[in-house]
């Protein structure tokens, strides 16, 4: 064991921070990599993450994981930021290195992660529903995946319209602008529909016409049962990607960038299922 001053010490920076899983999960995948680590959970104002990032260099921490409208607020005060970071405006993980702190975006590789377990993001166009960081790094990862074509609908159009425009910038995916309506209709092509929306309920989902059986759904949000859009998608026949299988890929993700260990995500998901019941 090494010295308890020389552990590398971990952190989730939430706003809220109580509810969050990340501390319970990296407890887990830290004692079943029998490593030295500890984790601590801090909950910072979005006004003061200036201060709490500061503080994290500071103290020397190996880095922090950063959930809500912190990942947004943080992006100015790292010191490098990685092209899905930059492209998606928001950071959701900080790793410590000699140069400074590196801000990360990982959100939208574990939507594509889990997506792999089903289909192939390379064999359907996709449909995302909603904006901000984690919308704009899911285009960017299905656009990496050479997804044939992204639509994009969120309420505030000018959100889907930046994000359209950067994928198409990319010069290797198709994206399209699709108008944000009380009722949605899927277009034909879409075969895989990828929900970042809030998890506030049916009455913040848009109606949609055309879901299908032959369709994969994904709902970002990391919710104790089944989400509204996932209910909807299931009674459509769709195969179902819910938050969980989402957020355990994101976590082994941020496990090995850390550590260079993979944890097991079935796992991970379990650790969720125990955390959510509890």
């Known amino acids: 064991m090494t010295s308890p ?14 509810g969050n899983p990340a501390q319970y999960l990296f407890e887990r995948a830290i004692e079943a990599a ?35 409208p912190l990942q947004e607020a943080a992006a100015p005060h790292m010191a490098t930021l990685t092209p899905a970071a930059t492209f998606s405006g928001g950071v959701s993980l900080v790793d410590r290195q000699p140069e400074g702190l590196v801000g990360h975006m990982t959100d939208g590789r574990g939507v594509v992660e889990a997506l792999r377990s089903h289909i192939d993001p390379a064999s359907a166009h996709v449909l995302i529903l909603g904006g901000g960081p984690a919308a704009r790094a899911t285009a960017l990862e299905l656009a990496l ?24 910038g990319l010069g290797d995916a198709v ?90 995500t079935d796992m991970l998901r379990e650790a969720l299922d125990e955390f959510l019941d509890a």
Request: net charge negative; with cysteine.
């Open 34 to 68: 029998g490593i030295d680590w500890r984790f601590v959970t801090f909950d910072v104002a979005p006004a003061r993450i200036g201060e709490a990032i500061a503080g994290v260099s500071a103290l020397g921490l190996r880095g922090c994981i950063l959930a809500g």
């Open 175 to 264: 994206a399209a602008m699709l108008p944000w309506e009380v009722t949605l209709e899927i277009p034909a092509a879409v075969g895989i529909i990828v929900s970042v929306l809030p998890a506030r309920g049916s009455e913040s989902l848009p109606g949609l016409i055309g879901l299908r059986g032959d369709m994969v759904v994904a709902d970002l949000p990391l919710v104790p049962r089944p989400s509204p859009f996932i209910s909807l998608a299931t009674a459509a026949g769709a195969c179902t990607i819910d938050g969980l299988e989402i957020h355990a890929e994101k976590t082994a993700i941020d496990f090995q960038a850390w550590t260079g260990v993979t944890p097991d």
């Open 145 to 168: 995946a050479r997804c044939p074509g992204i639509v994009v609908c969120d309420s505030q159009a000018d959100r889907a319209e930046a994000t359209v425009a950067a994928i198409n």
């Open 5 to 18: 001053a020389l552990q590398e010490i971990v952190a989730l920076l939430g706003c809220p921070a109580a």
